[in-house]
């Protein structure tokens, strides 16, 4: 059991985002969250690491375990768990400098100070998400030429560069053309089994195209909570919540 | 290999502290030094050679009207006592009495009389300044009464025939705000600024000057001695008596002609051996061709 | 009728173009006829020896090498003084504080009022404070300190926005590598804001080129070659407003100063555009890269 959220809340201020939510996701898989909008998907994503303490009057309850250490526990700090549990969002965040200074900006941070080291990384995860051939003659140049899809991809570098165990994907797709999207859900294919990977999706045919387990998030009583989970076989076709059901049937939501 | 960008990233925390260095070693100097010591001059003046060993360090600050001349005339006697630093500063007459007054300058700097409240204060007058009414060389008016002059400044007098002249519109040649020759001439008068009407305004005595020539039917105003030395170089002006008193370096030299102001050092209580050489040297005749060249007009000894 | 409507929005469409463009020539032709005007009248005076050499008769002759020496060196205390100020102070209020705190707002309230105060006022200040009450006299320190006073509310507030104005998505990203708080601000916020913050700084070195009543009250206006910060010394924007007011006959070399000024203005503008340049930032006249 890599992740592990018990009776986990994410409230900002008096408004409840997220209620007693409890989900299991298991190494080296891809789970899906869906909902519609507005529904604390994205809430719950942030709060899986951490990034909830950056958010003014963001107050989380519940627990959350990774590999069954507390990520809030006494040992643990934010900026090591985010090391860990890389995040991808769903507006491409490339910083405005260069392609090679973006992915090894993050390194040197955690210590990576080795030239060789740091250029055969960046090699490495440039290659993972197919970047290496588009980009390997302009490394210098800035990211911000780099096309949305390529942008994405470099973010997913950058994330990949740290050598995380855990993936949080925030609607990775949303903001790009149809044939950008496709590669990057390609991308993503590809890295099933090599990391532990989050996705929330508005996309109900690309979760099912995706992932091993889905969870699907509801608004009720003004909190989104989890109304339905399980293996995405079992939830797309047999779910047993009839709101779920209705949602996934594309009759709701 | 890193980008440019990469290299400016990472001199921002070197340059701050870099600045933070720099902000402290100007600043280490300041805090260091004590109150500037305004006059070290050695007390050994009366010697055989007293100008040579006149050495330290004098404030002058006020009238920026008198601080050009000032400024020159310190340059010269700078050249004179290698030891001697003059500080010319400006803020105006009245900043001039208050910081001779309190100490904060050596010196002062007027360019007017002393009030009846500044009878504490000594005034050393340096120079003149007159202010002339001038009109076109070919004008044939020869004199105008204060009354006339106020009538033509505030439109009551159109034209040159109103006041003796030929059949020719008046063409009033006015300062711009600000200007010291304007107050002299407002003041002697008793205008007040928005009364005047003014066809033509000019900055400086040379626009004044080249107006006038340029315009027969113009009169201005501007100062004696660059109206002199403009009719001397044949500029086609003509300088006009102010209550029968001929508009003359000489007669202002002399205290006759009225329409003029003093160009003043002020200092309060005793002086030290160097201002007083100063002062001295400013009232000299080693200074007159100095005071003309900045228009002014230099006291007859 | 539909087509009536149209012609009628697409001749109000070029109307409004019309106008737009002629309130654009009218302005840049004003701009380019005082630019034009100061040139056309200061060429003349124009020489490298003018640029060296020390003023003579009340600056009627010579030229105005001590002035520029001091003018650089009040600039340099100013930003040396006012740049470290102005990015921690943007920092704190940006980055540290809650943005909408009520400190923060007292702060900005605090420097809007200040960058409000005519100049003469802060002169004066200037005078009572750092020349009198610190012992500093009229010197080119002085100078420099209360140039930095009156430029500090200009360059915080374009610094702040700076920085404001870079995406919060970049602090997310950010975070979400795992960049503390510090890297995050150097290493990502302060080079995404450099290029609007350099506008800032060139924005504030105009306003401190072009001042002159503060000046005149704390640098001073001593035109001997300044030795030391300690010194007096006049800057070139003091000597053009003596030269054109007390100077009878300094207008020539008043212009002449007003072009060397001019010309050091766009000089500077344009290193500063070219340092970004070199620097990696390309679009830098339209803001921040997009």
């Given amino acids: 059991m890599m992740i592990q959220t018990e009776s986990l809340g994410v409230q900002y201020g008096s408004s409840i985002a997220v209620r007693d939510a409890t989900l299991s996701v298991e190494t080296g898989r891809i789970t899906a969250i869906v909902g519609p909008s507005g529904c604390g998907k994205s809430s719950f994503l942030a709060a899986l690491n951490r990034m909830t303490d950056l958010l003014p009057d963001a107050h989380v309850t519940g627990r959350v375990t990774i590999d069954g250490t507390d990520i809030h526990g006494e040992s643990s700090s934010p900026h090591d768990l985010r090391r860990r549990v890389g995040m991808i969002f769903q507006k491409p965040t490339p910083f405005p400098m260069s392609i090679r200074r973006n992915i090894q900006l993050a390194l040197r941070e955690h210590g990576m100070r080795e030239r060789a080291a740091l250029e055969a990384t960046t090699e490495r995860v440039l290659r993972d998400v197919g970047l290496w051939d588009e980009v390997c003659d302009r490394l210098e140049a800035s990211a911000l030429q780099l096309s949305g899809g390529q942008q994405q991809r470099l973010c997913m570098a950058r994330a990949l560069a740290l050598e995380p165990q855990v993936l949080l994907l925030d609607e990775p797709c949303s903001a790009l053309d149809p044939i950008a999207s496709e590669r990057v859900e390609a991308l993503i294919r590809e890295l099933r089994g090599r990391y532990t990977m989050l996705i929330v999706t508005h996309n109900l045919a690309q979760a099912r195209r995706l992932a091993d387990h889905v969870a699907v998030f509801w608004v009720r009583d003004g909190a989104g909570v989890i109304i339905e989970q399980g293996p995405a076989a079992r939830v797309f076709d047999a779910p047993r919540d009839p709101t779920a059901a209705a949602y996934l049937a594309g009759v709701q939501g | 290999m890193f980008g440019p960008q990469a290299v400016v990233a990472e001199h921002f925390r070197t340059v701050s502290k870099t600045l933070i260095w720099i902000l402290l070693c100007i600043l280490a100097p300041a805090v260091g030094c004590t109150p500037r010591t305004k006059v070290m001059h050695d007390h050994q003046e009366s010697t055989t050679q007293p100008a040579s060993v006149l050495s330290g360090r004098l404030t002058v600050t006020g009238s920026s009207t008198v601080a050009p001349l000032v400024a020159e005339i310190a340059k010269r006697f700078e050249a004179r006592h290698a030891g001697v630093r003059i500080d010319v500063q400006t803020g105006g007459s009245g900043k001039g009495i208050a910081d001779a007054r309190n100490g904060v300058a050596d010196i002062g700097m007027a360019s007017r009389r002393l009030k009846a409240g500044e009878r504490d204060l000594v005034a050393h007058q340096i120079a003149a300044d007159g202010v002339g009414l001038i009109v076109h060389r070919d004008n044939r008016v020869a004199e105008l009464t204060a009354a006339e002059v106020v009538d033509v400044f505030t439109d009551r007098s159109n034209n040159w025939q109103e006041v003796r002249g030929l059949d020719l519109p008046i063409t009033v040649v006015h300062k711009a705000e600000g200007r010291a020759t304007l107050e002299v001439f407002l003041n002697h008068f008793s205008l007040a600024n928005p009364q005047v009407r003014a066809d033509v305004i000019v900055g400086d005595n040379q626009h004044g000057i080249k107006t006038v020539a340029g315009t027969p039917g113009a009169i201005g105003y501007v100062s004696i001695g660059a109206a002199e030395a403009a009719i001397a170089g044949g500029v086609p002006i003509r300088l006009l008596p102010i209550d029968g008193v001929a508009a003359t370096s000489a007669q202002v030299a002399a205290g006759a002609y009225p329409l003029t102001r003093p160009l003043n050092l002020v200092t309060a209580g005793g002086l030290s051996p160097l201002a007083r050489a100063f002062v001295t040297f400013c009232q000299s005749e080693d200074v007159h061709d100095t005071v003309v060249s900045q228009h002014f007009v230099p006291l007859a000894n | ?290």
């Fill in chain 3, 1 to 290: 009728m539909s087509r009536r409507t149209a012609r009628i929005a697409s001749v109000r469409e070029r109307l409004t173009a019309a106008l737009i463009w002629c309130v654009a020539v009218v302005v840049l032709g004003l701009l380019g006829w005082i630019l034009v005007d100061v040139i056309v009248r200061g060429a003349d005076g124009w020489s490298l020896s003018f640029l060296v050499a020390e003023p003579e008769d009340a600056g009627r002759a010579g030229g105005i090498g001590p002035i520029i020496i001091s003018t650089f060196l009040v600039l340099a205390v100013t930003f040396a003084v006012s740049v470290p100020l102005s990015l921690a102070t943007a920092i704190a209020l940006t980055e540290r504080a809650d943005r909408a705190a009520l400190d923060a707002r007292l702060v900005r309230r605090c420097l809007d009022v200040l960058a409000a105060v005519p100049s003469i006022v802060l002169g004066l200040f200037g005078n009572a404070f750092f020349c009198v009450a610190l012992g500093m006299g009229y010197s080119i320190l002085a100078g420099g300190l209360t140039l930095a006073c009156m430029v500090l509310p200009i360059m915080i507030r374009t610094t702040e926005q700076a920085l404001a104005a870079v995406p919060d998505e970049y602090r997310l990203a950010a975070a979400g590598l795992g960049l503390n708080h510090t890297s995050t601000l150097f290493r990502v916020l302060l080079p995404a804001a450099a290029p609007a913050m350099a506008a800032g700084i060139v924005l504030g070195i105009g306003r401190a080129l072009a001042e002159t009543a503060v000046l005149i009250f704390t640098a001073g206006y001593v035109v001997r070659m300044p030795e030391s910060l300690a010194d007096s010394g006049r800057v070139m924007s003091v000597h053009i407003y003596d030269l054109a007011m007390n100077v009878p006959g300094g207008s020539a070399q008043a212009y002449t100063t007003a072009t060397v000024l001019v010309v050091m203005l766009l000089l500077i503008n344009t290193v500063a555009v070219a340092l970004l340049r070199l620097a990696g930032f390309r679009h830098v006249a339209g803001g921040r890269e997009a």
